[in-house]
């Protein structure tokens, strides 16, 4: 069973910074993408930052300069690290893995989601 949890939300003035983290535990065959999401209220879930399979990152128009996506050799821990905050990025953060589960799934590019909680960050004016 694949676990993933968000830690690290908050409360933060605008132009402050705050550092968010993910867990991801379980067995994985293979990773295909993790990336970072959020959702403000009333609004769709939207990309925030992601890795590629290949290992490149890719940011949201609206956080590139300020945030940085990264995550530890072993793919068990991803991190976004917020800079600059603005009202506008107040939102539920959710940390997602794209996956495949084993060799078939691989051979099939069929790929499995997994969600966390989800942690609130919120950026007063």
């Known amino acids: 069973q694949v676990q993933v949890v968000e830690s690290g939300g908050g409360l933060v003035q605008a132009g402050g910074s705050l550092t968010l983290s993910c867990a991801v535990s379980?067995?994985?065959?293979?990773?295909?993408?993790m990336g970072w999401y959020r959702q403000a209220s009333g609004k769709q879930r939207e990309l925030v930052a992601a890795?590629?399979?290949?290992?490149?990152?890719n940011y949201a128009d609206s956080v590139k300069g300020r945030f940085t996506i990264s995550r530890n050799n072993a793919k068990t821990l991803m991190y976004l690290q917020m800079n600059s905050l603005k009202p506008e990025d107040t939102a539920v953060y959710y940390c997602n893995v794209e996956a495949y589960n084993n060799v078939e799934d691989y051979r099939s590019s069929r790929t499995l989601n997994y969600w966390g909680q989800g942690t609130q960050v919120t950026v007063s004016s």
């Open positions: 379980g067995s994985i065959f293979s990773f295909n993408t």
């Open positions: 890795f590629t399979r290949g290992g490149r990152t």
